[in-house]
T-cell receptor, first 111, second 115 residues
């Protein structure tokens, strides 16, 4: 069974601060995806990383896939209240199966 | 809209009742997934369809859970003799192709509360 551990589980910081969320596993994944979910809605895909060591940037968000494709991180620079939400990492084995999700990081950015 | 829709959005059932949850995927999407999300947790995979074929049902918690997608479009997740531990948000997702690492588009979910 593939498991994804996310940390921290909860994070509350002030607007303008930087933060990093981690997603770790003992298993190798074909690809890893990061989603953001707001209350009452389904998760929305932010990024997919496929290659070990890959770094992708989405405005103030930087995503990195570990060299061994077992872990990933999400770094947010100058956080804004609009970044508040549940951030989920999800791994794929590459076949025709469902995603394995972490438990998520609940992020609150206070004005 | 062109997104994934689910109905009902909220369902309250008495313990022992049967429920049926509907998912309308994005038109033309080959793959359809069902996930269960407990309060404060990440989604957990239940089952996967490619067109009308149910290729993986390893995540279904018990034989009380049944899913179908008879014409390769709309899907229904049925839960028989509901129990309190079935209370959760049930998410449906679809993707254009047949591989899990293609982008999955999620619906808003059905929040099931079993009393």
């Amino acid at each position: 069974t593939q498991l994804l551990e996310q940390s921290p589980q909860f994070l509350s910081i002030q607007e303008g601060e930087n933060l990093t969320v981690y997603c770790n596993s003992s298993s190798v994944f074909s690809s890893l995806q990061w989603y953001r979910q707001e209350p009452g809605e389904g998760p929305v895909l932010l990024v997919t990383v496929v290659t070990g060591g890959e770094v992708k940037k989405l405005k103030r968000l930087t995503f990195q896939f570990g060299d061994a494709r077992k872990d990933s991180s999400l770094h947010i620079t100058a956080a804004q209240p609009g970044d508040t939400g549940l951030y989920l990492c999800a791994g794929s084995g590459g076949g025709a199966d469902g995603l394995t999700f972490g438990k998520g990081t609940h992020l609150i950015i206070q004005p | 809209g062109a997104g994934v829709s689910q109905s009902p959005r909220y369902k309250v059932a008495k313990r022992g009742q049967d429920v049926a949850l509907r998912c309308d995927p994005i038109s033309g999407h080959v793959s359809l997934f069902w996930y269960q999300q407990a309060l404060g947790q990440g989604p957990e995979f239940l089952t996967y369809f490619q067109n009308e074929a149910q290729l993986d049902k390893s995540g279904l918690p018990s034989d009380r859970f049944f899913a179908e997608r008879p014409e390769g479009s709309v899907s229904t997740l049925k839960i028989q003799r509901t129990q309190q531990e079935d209370s959760a948000v049930y998410l449906c997702a679809s993707s254009r192709y047949g591989l899990a690492d293609n982008e999955q588009f999620f619906g808003p979910g059905t929040r099931l509360t079993v009393l």
